[in-house]
């Protein structure tokens, strides 16, 4: 996958920027002891940094379908990761590397991603665009300062160009036989209840079906405990009438 994005940087620029010129396209790494062999005009990119695009990763999964449309395996979506390149210009004049890297900086402003007539291998294979920026800032965790550094090298004027690559190489879950009308049954009608679950005492287990347990009767002595109130009608001799309240324990 990086060797192929490496195949078509160096196309497009040979194509674009260079005319089919005598300078060449390396991706060799620019150390101090690389520099001093450099006797030739040049174009370098440095791949330094490879890490995954968080920003496009995606949850849940794709499915695949066969010619009737059904559904037959599943797969993960792909993930990004992006390629990072240094681009640098080596010739003899600083004006000559200058002009160099102005023509880099308009060809690959022209495009968001890497032109589809140019991928090749798996990159054509996937089906998705490939895409690229050119000379953004840099992340806060990193500066060129510090990737010179590690190379032992001299700061020198530069390109960062980032490659966000999609990467499908993730496992396919089969997928179960569609749903059809065989062996289906259906029966409307009162279904039967399960039995309950009962202790050894002949009460229901608490919890054996949805609802409350079931509640166990008053027995007569428990009836007895409580107040009770009677009311009872006594009629006097002239016709009039009273009540009389008699409280029972």
Request: proline share 10%.
């Amino acid at each position: 996958m990086i060797h192929e994005v490496d195949d078509v940087l160096r196309s497009l620029i040979r194509a674009e920027v260079l005319g089919g010129g005598q300078i060449a396209v390396v991706f060799d790494a620019p150390t101090r002891e690389w520099a001093a062999k450099v006797n030739a005009p040049m174009v370098n990119l440095y791949l330094y940094d490879i890490r995954e695009d968080m920003r496009r990763r995606e949850r849940g999964l794709h499915n695949e379908y066969d010619e009737r449309g059904a559904v037959v395996a599943r797969r993960r979506p792909p993930r990004y990761f992006k390629l990072s390149y240094l681009i640098t210009a080596w010739t003899k004049r600083p004006e000559d590397e200058h002009r160099l890297l102005s023509s880099l900086l308009a060809c690959l402003l022209a495009y968001e991603a890497l032109p589809p007539e140019r991928l090749a291998g798996s990159l054509a294979g996937i089906g998705a665009a490939v895409p690229m920026s050119i000379a953004l800032p840099p992340p806060e965790d990193r500066s060129f300062a510090d990737v010179w550094s590690a190379l032992g090298g001299e700061l020198k004027p530069s390109l960062d160009l980032v490659v966000s690559v999609p990467v499908t190489a993730s496992p396919t879950y089969p997928a179960g036989p569609p749903v059809g009308d065989e062996g289906l049954h259906a029966r409307f009608g009162d279904m039967p209840e399960p039995p309950v679950p009962v202790r050894s005492g002949g009460l229901p287990v608490y919890g054996s079906r949805p609802g409350r347990p079931v509640r166990e009767e008053p027995t007569a002595s428990a009836a007895r405990r409580g107040l009770g109130l009677r009311i009872t009608e006594k009629r006097a001799a002239d016709g009039a009438t009273g009540t009389e309240e008699n409280p029972t324990a």
